[in-house]
C-alpha cells in the first residue's frame, strides 16, 4: 500500500513563505513525477508545480518565480518552497505522485490528504 503524507500548511501574511512537504511511504518500487494541484471550494483544481525523478520542473504560470518545487529521491520526498506569498494563493494544496508498487508493472497516481494554506492580506 503506498500513502502520501502531506505536512507545512498554515496560515501566513501576504509577503510571507511557507514549504510543503510530501513523503510517499509504502510498498514503493519507484516514485516518477511528484507536485502540488490546489483548489479552492467550488473551483477547478489547478496544477501549481511538478517535477520529475530526473529533476525537471514546471510551474503554472501564477507562481514562477516565487515558488520552487525540490525532491529528495532517497527519501521519495518533494517539497514546495512558497515565497512572497499572495491571498490569491489560499487554497487547499494537495500533492500526487506517479508511483509503480512493489510487485507491480503499472504506474499509478496517488494523492495526499490535502494541506491549506490561508495567505491574510
Known amino acids: 500500500q503506498v500513502q502520501l503524507v502531506e505536512s507545512g500548511g498554515g496560515l501566513v501574511q501576504a509577503g510571507g513563505s511557507l514549504r510543503l512537504s510530501c513523503a510517499a511511504t509504502?510498498?514503493?518500487?519507484?516514485?516518477?513525477?511528484m507536485g502540488w494541484y490546489r483548489q479552492a471550494p467550488g473551483k477547478q483544481r489547478e496544477l501549481v508545480a511538478t517535477?520529475?525523478?530526473?529533476?525537471?520542473?514546471s510551474y503554472a504560470d501564477s507562481v514562477k518565480g516565487r515558488f520552487t518545487i525540490s525532491r529528495d529521491n532517497a527519501k521519495n520526498t518533494a517539497y514546495l518552497r512558497m515565497n512572497s506569498l499572495k491571498p490569491e494563493d489560499t487554497d487547499v494544496y494537495y500533492c500526487y505522485a506517479v508511483v509503480r508498487p512493489i510487485g507491480t508493472t503499472v504506474l499509478s497516481n496517488y494523492w495526499g490528504q490535502g494541506t491549506q494554506v490561508t495567505v491574510s492580506s
Open positions: 509504502g510498498n514503493i518500487f519507484s516514485v516518477n513525477a
Open positions: 517535477i520529475t525523478s530526473g529533476g525537471r520542473t
